[in-house]
């Protein structure tokens, strides 16, 4: 450009998509701490996405579970844990200290100092208690490795105790400590979710002591945050960054600052690479490609201004109320599509926009694919879409 600002055009955003999200075949993954490595982190409000957006992205996809099983909860090589807009997140547990002091920091003052209000409202006992009560509970799930928070409170009767939220208001509740002290551990950074009760897609889940970990700095940890996140999914707008990482755009751009981060522009307006990341990415270096990918998948997640990859007109049908996005049929970097599975187990999809032969040819295969590694697991997303509940026959 006259400026000196390279554009970026959508088709090359969608080739880098392709490459670096792992999404396309010669790009595909050996394991899941590739995929995690290569995303930065995995949306892990939702059990089953974790594993669904793995095997999408695996060479072998039969393999899926034992191995992401392994990384969580044998190896310790992935971690998850409350992140980014105070969301549960997986990610690789080298980045544990990273997450915490970039975006956990401020939300879990927040979190400890809205319990002990609620508390002092209820007539329950003070912060000087609750410090024993924490201090109880944490040996306890060290002697225990892991736990539920029943199994805790065994450990810790105290954590039965219970207060009145709200009181008067319309939305009054009972609350156990045990329940809200566990939830501000886990923003602190001290605790972090283990294995789950059932099968990979239960969303009962034990406790386990979060991994050692350095306290950095927070400028430190962001800019470290954010040149992993634009090396996968630059360029991104500053609307892009502040909504993915949850911060105020001060931190952003002191963060874009201090990685050195170049300005390019794309079809939405300014945007941001890394400072080694200005070569420019051909249109053909991804072959075409298809992906079914889950509810909260990462990428489809990735980014507030979606235009280059979602059409707008889609949106109703493929996502819920408050913005969680379903489950996605992709063709060559472009949303086309959704797909559900069904009780009998089958893997059904519909495109949302026509995009000849070749591509459905290889949707098909997608989907039979991954109804091979499913086998007799049932999938039912957490956040149900308008699309997703049609095309499954579960309202």
């Given at each position: 450009?006259?400026?000196?600002?390279?554009?970026?055009g959508?088709?090359?955003?969608?080739?880098r998509?392709?490459?670096?999200?792992?999404?396309t075949?010669?790009?595909?993954?050996g394991?899941?701490?590739?995929v995690?490595?290569?995303?930065?982190?995995?949306?892990g409000?939702?059990?089953?996405?974790?594993?669904?957006?793995?095997?999408?992205?695996?060479t072998?996809?039969?393999?899926?579970?034992?191995r992401?099983?392994?990384?969580l909860?044998e190896d310790?090589?992935?971690?998850?844990?409350?992140?980014?807009?105070?969301?549960v997140?997986?990610?690789p547990?080298?980045?544990?200290?990273v997450?915490?002091a970039?975006?956990?920091?401020?939300?879990?003052?927040?979190?400890?100092?809205?319990l002990?209000?609620?508390?002092?409202?209820?007539?329950?006992p003070d912060?000087?208690?609750?410090k024993?009560?924490?201090?109880?509970?944490?040996?306890?799930?060290?002697?225990l490795?892991?736990?539920?928070?029943?199994e805790?409170a065994?450990?810790?009767?105290?954590l039965?105790?219970?207060?009145?939220?709200?009181?008067?208001?319309?939305?009054?509740?009972?609350h156990t400590?045990g329940?809200?002290l566990?939830?501000?551990l886990?923003v602190?950074?001290?605790?972090?979710r283990?294995?789950?009760?059932g099968?990979?897609?239960?969303s009962?889940?034990?406790?386990?002591?979060?991994?050692?970990?350095?306290?950095?700095?927070?400028?430190?940890?962001?800019?470290?945050?954010?040149?992993?996140?634009l090396s996968v999914?630059?360029?991104?707008?500053?609307?892009?960054?502040?909504?993915?990482?949850?911060?105020?755009?001060?931190?952003v751009?002191?963060?874009?600052?201090?990685i050195?981060a170049?300005?390019v522009?794309?079809?939405?307006?300014?945007?941001?690479?890394?400072e080694?990341?200005?070569?420019?990415?051909?249109?053909?270096?991804?072959?075409?490609?298809a992906?079914?990918?889950?509810?909260?998948?990462p990428?489809?997640?990735?980014?507030?201004?979606?235009d280059w990859?979602?059409?707008?007109?889609?949106?109703?049908?493929?996502?819920d109320r408050s913005g969680?996005?379903?489950?996605?049929?992709?063709?060559?970097?472009?949303?086309?599509?959704?797909?559900?599975?069904?009780?009998?187990g089958?893997?059904?999809?519909?495109l949302?926009?026509?995009?000849?032969?070749?591509?459905?040819?290889?949707?098909?295969?997608?989907?039979?694919?991954?109804?091979?590694?499913?086998?007799?697991?049932?999938v039912t997303?957490r956040?149900?879409?308008?699309?997703?509940?049609?095309?499954?026959?579960r309202?």
């Open positions: 450009m006259a400026d000196g600002r390279r554009y970026v959508a088709a090359e955003r969608r080739a998509l392709a490459l670096r999200h792992r999404l075949a010669r790009a595909r993954a394991g899941p701490e590739d995690a490595d290569s995303l930065v982190a995995l949306h409000s939702d059990p089953a996405t974790v594993y669904l957006a793995i095997g999408a992205r695996l072998d996809p039969a393999s899926t579970v034992a992401t099983d392994r990384a909860y310790g090589s992935l971690v998850r844990m409350h992140g980014m807009r105070h969301t997140f997986v990610f547990t080298e980045l544990t200290a997450v915490h970039s975006t956990g920091l401020t939300v879990a003052a927040r979190e400890r100092a809205m002990l209000k609620s508390m002092a409202q209820a007539g329950a912060a000087v208690w609750l024993e009560v924490e201090e109880s509970a944490l040996a306890a799930l060290g002697r490795g892991q736990a539920t928070a029943a805790l065994r450990e810790e009767p105290r039965r105790e219970q207060f009145v939220y709200a009181a008067g208001k319309s939305y009054e509740g009972v400590v329940t809200r566990l939830k501000v886990g602190e950074g001290k605790v972090v283990g294995r789950p009760l099968s990979w897609t239960s009962q889940f034990r406790w386990a002591l979060a991994p050692a970990h350095p306290e950095l700095d927070a400028s430190v940890a962001q800019a470290e945050l954010l040149r992993r996140w999914c630059g360029p991104a707008t500053e609307a892009d960054l502040k909504w993915w990482t949850g911060w105020r755009v001060t931190e751009r002191r963060a874009l600052a201090a050195g170049r300005e522009v794309v079809d939405e307006g300014p945007a941001y690479v890394t080694d990341d200005e070569e420019a990415v051909p249109e053909a270096a991804a072959e075409p490609w992906a079914l990918l889950p509810a909260l998948d990428t489809a997640m990735g980014w507030q201004q979606r990859y979602l059409a707008p007109e889609l949106r109703d049908a493929l996502f969680n996005v379903g489950p996605t049929v992709w063709w060559d970097g472009r949303v086309v599509g959704s797909w559900a599975q069904r009780p009998s089958e893997v059904v999809w519909r949302l926009e026509p995009v000849g032969r070749e591509a459905e040819a290889a949707v098909e295969e997608a989907a039979a694919t991954l109804r091979a590694w499913l086998d007799d697991t049932r997303p956040f149900r879409t308008p699309l997703e509940r049609e095309l499954s026959g309202p």
